[in-house]
């Protein structure tokens, strides 16, 4: 079983920077990709960043420049983090972290960013 637990969310204006943390928990053994998505009210959730067991990491459109995802492994934990810049209102969402462990997804509860124009 694996424990994914978001934090970092907060309230910031258009154009501050934000740092979400995720830390799966429980084993670090075969996690592979892990990522971040987020949805707004009223909208399907959507991928903002993943990466790979690996390191590569691929990003949604609308944030390509603006985030970096990246990874820190350990023996009992992996953290994943999202590095949020030059933010805008449209970014305004719900951000949850998604962990692949064999054939089995993982959800956190996700954190709330807001970003006021």
Not at 29 to 44: E, L, T
Not at 68 to 92: C, F, G, H, W
């Amino acid at each position: 079983q694996v424990q994914v637990v978001e934090s970092g969310g907060g309230l910031v204006q258009t154009g501050e920077s934000l740092r979400l943390s995720c830390v799966a928990s429980g084993t670090a053994f075969r996690i592979n990709d892990m990522a971040w998505y987020r949805q707004a009210p009223g909208k399907q959730r959507e991928l903002v960043a993943l990466i790979t067991r690996d390191g590569s990491a691929n990003y949604g459109d609308s944030v390509k420049g603006r985030f970096t995802i990246s990874r820190e492994n350990a023996n009992a934990k992996i953290t994943v983090y999202l590095q949020m810049n030059s933010l805008k209102p449209e970014d305004t969402a719900r951000y949850y972290c998604k962990v692949e462990r064999f054939s089995s997804s993982y959800w956190g509860q996700g954190t709330q960013v807001t970003v006021s124009s």
